[in-house]
Antibody, heavy 123, light 107 residues
Framework: QLQLQGSGPGLVKPSETLSLTCTVS??????????WAWIRQPPGKGLEWIGH???????YYNTSLNTRVTISVDNSKNQFSLRLTSVTALDTAVYYC???????????????WGQGALVTVSS | EIVMTQSPATLSVSPGKRATLSCRAS??????LAWYQQKPGQAPRLLIY???IRATGIPARFSGSGSGTEFTLTISSLQSEDFAVYYC?????????FGQGTRLEIK
């Protein structure tokens, strides 16, 4: 059974960088045709796609975050990571990692999700 | 960016009854639409993809329909465990977007 486990600091100061890692178990991050994604959810609000990555390193980012976000993959550790720079209180959210099944035009849907990690941006 | 609009924001239905949730896209997404269920404190769970294909392990009382810009999620006979928030998501291109959600509550 595929499992995803996100980890990282729960508190980040404004203007600093948010860093999270997702460890995949029960399957290989190299498996085709899957991508690996980050999605976030501010408290009491809806879901926002952040971006996704293929094991080759190809990435797709939400244009609203494009200049601040980097998603990377470490195939040797079966992990992928999120970096979000210059954070503000608006970046406070539960951050989910998920497996992304490609559908059409490099879009796709999410069939396995991690449990979510709350990251609070506050001084 | 394709905007997804769900209605109603909140739906009150009695157990055993049918629930119908709607999702509209600002432009055609063909059948590139998924539905998710989210319960408090949990990650979303994939219910439907391809607008009408049930994901693995999803009960038959959940069904999806529609194409283009208008989509519907129907739950035929509500069970207690079905009361949750439901999100639609389009994947017609890599700029993935979600609807704002419909909260399904017990009447």
């Amino acid at each position: 059974q595929l499992q995803l486990q996100g980890s990282g600091p729960g508190l980040v100061k404004p203007s600093e960088t948010l860093s999270l890692t997702c460890t995949v178990s029960g399957g290989s991050i190299n498996s085709s045709p899957y991508y690996w994604a980050w999605i976030r959810q501010p408290p009491g609000k809806g879901l926002e796609w952040i971006g996704h990555i293929y094991h080759s390193g190809s990435t797709y980012y939400n244009t609203s975050l494009n200049t601040r976000v980097t998603i990377s993959v470490d195939n040797s550790k079966n992990q992928f990571s999120l970096r979000l720079t210059s954070v503000t209180a608006l970046d406070t959210a539960v951050y989910y990692c998920a497996r992304h099944l490609p559908g059409y035009n490099d879009g796709g849907y999410f069939d396995y999700w991690g449990q979510g990690a709350l990251v609070t941006v506050s001084s | 960016e394709i905007v997804m609009t769900q209605s109603p924001a909140t739906l009150s239905v009695s157990p055993g009854k049918r629930a119908t949730l709607s999702c509209r896209a600002s432009q055609s997404v063909s059948s590139n639409l998924a539905w998710y269920q989210q319960k408090p404190g949990q990650a979303p769970r994939l219910l439907i993809y391809g607008a009408s294909i049930r994901a693995t392990g999803i009960p038959a009382r959940f069904s999806g329909s529609g194409s283009g810009t208008e989509f519907t999620l129907t739950i035929s006979s509500l069970q207690s465990e079905d009361f949750a928030v439901y999100y639609c998501q389009q994947y017609d291109n890599w700029r993935i977007t979600f609807g704002q959600g419909t909260r399904l509550e017990i009447k």
